[in-house]
């Protein structure tokens, strides 16, 4: 009962800040962030609340760094980037991880991991583009010198591979599906790496403190939509299918390979310090500066929201 008490003066409080801007909300293409995609299409966020498409991750940094974005879609890794520089950001709910969904594939006669050498590879230039490339060179037993690295932007990279002007390309659902159908082969996938591509909501503090009832029609949003997938809803597919362009067969297929967080497991994480993701995000704090990606390790306790995020939660859902 005292929860549901601290929501509810929350959401009052929130209520005087009913005239200030929408809370400005963006993300790419990803099939992990078109949850929220689908909230905005079937308004399950209320008033208040503004999804920006954003056309790649380092546009969605470069809008978050400069204030266009109040709450950003982004990976952990990208996440342990953001921290590094100093920008103001916690994490107040961790949405998913690819558990397959990201993938490197290539065109015949390549074979195995050991093959690309020599070959060109694209790859956008982002943190997760970067962290699986690194991962295929060590299972490859390759480096950086032994392929020729094409830096694709995001909306390059389908035409790169069906043109041939890559031998491999490193992508994600639904585009994976999508080359896949077109006569690519996988030769490795995130499922070899799990959970080190999560997806993430990073705000800014000031914004939670703020906006608490905005941030509440937020999350309510994302569990909803969530809610309407995993139930196989008609209309909430369809309009996915539309969005990714991939049949009923091959979407259900691609959401397979998404782990979804359920309320319950955000809400553990806010309240407890030891919750094996913080190990996660610490094991790949540590890989980073293995790479030298970054250059400390940065507080994991601190980057999560804690309880001030926690008591934002929907208390009616009751987790997937």
Request: proline share 5%.
């Given at each position: 009962m005292s929860r549901l008490w601290l929501l509810t003066l929350l959401l009052l409080l929130?209520?005087?800040?009913?005239?200030?801007?929408?809370?400005?909300?963006?993300?790419?293409?990803?099939?992990g962030y078109q949850p929220f995609f689908l909230a905005a299409e079937f308004q399950l966020f209320g008033e208040g609340v503004q999804l920006q498409h954003q056309p790649s991750s380092l546009h969605t940094l470069r809008a978050f760094r400069e204030g266009a974005l109040d709450v950003a879609l982004m990976t952990l890794d990208e996440a342990l980037l953001l921290a590094e520089s100093g920008q103001p950001m916690c994490i107040p709910l961790v949405m998913s991880y690819s558990n397959g969904a990201d993938s490197l594939l290539a065109h015949e006669p390549l074979d195995s991991l050991a093959a690309l050498a020599?070959?060109?590879?694209?790859?956008?230039?982002?943190?997760?583009?970067?962290?699986?490339?690194?991962?295929?060179?060590?299972?490859?037993?390759?480096?950086?010198?032994?392929?020729?690295?094409?830096?694709?932007?995001?909306?390059?990279?389908?035409?790169?591979?069906?043109?041939?002007?890559?031998?491999?390309?490193?992508?994600?659902?639904?585009?994976r599906s999508r080359l896949l159908a077109q006569g690519g082969h996988e030769l490795y996938n995130s499922a070899a790496i799990p959970g080190e591509i999560s997806d993430l909501l990073v705000v800014n503090p000031e914004i939670l403190q703020r906006e608490p009832l905005r941030f509440a029609r937020l999350l309510d949003g994302w569990f909803a939509a969530l809610a309407l997938l995993e139930a196989g809803e008609p209309?909430?597919?369809?309009?996915?299918?539309?969005?990714?362009?991939?049949?009923?067969?091959?979407?259900?297929?691609?959401?397979?390979?998404?782990?979804?967080?359920?309320?319950?497991?955000?809400?553990?994480?806010?309240?407890?310090?030891?919750?094996?993701?913080?190990?996660?995000?610490?094991?790949?704090?540590?890989?980073?500066?293995?790479?030298?990606?970054?250059?400390?390790?940065?507080?994991?306790?601190?980057?999560?929201?804690?309880?001030?995020?926690?008591?934002?939660?929907?208390?009616?859902?009751?987790?997937?």
């Open positions: 929130g209520g005087c800040a009913e005239r200030s801007p929408p809370l400005q909300v963006g993300g790419n293409d990803w099939l020599g070959s060109r590879i694209g790859v956008e230039d982002t943190g997760v583009g970067a962290h699986m490339l690194a991962r295929v060179l060590e299972q490859g037993g390759l480096t950086l010198g032994d392929i020729q690295l094409v830096p694709l932007t995001l909306d390059e990279i389908e035409s790169a591979f069906l043109e041939r002007r890559v031998d491999a390309v490193i992508t994600f659902e639904p585009l209309e909430a597919m369809a309009w996915l299918q539309r969005r990714t362009e991939l049949d009923e067969p091959s979407l259900q297929q691609s959401l397979r390979l998404i782990q979804f967080h359920s309320l319950g497991m955000n809400l553990a994480l806010q309240s407890n310090s030891q919750h094996p993701f913080r190990q996660t995000m610490r094991q790949l704090n540590e890989v980073m500066l293995e790479r030298q990606v970054i250059g400390s390790r940065q507080p994991v306790n601190r980057l999560i929201c804690g309880a001030s995020a926690a008591m934002l939660y929907p208390v009616s859902r009751g987790g997937l």
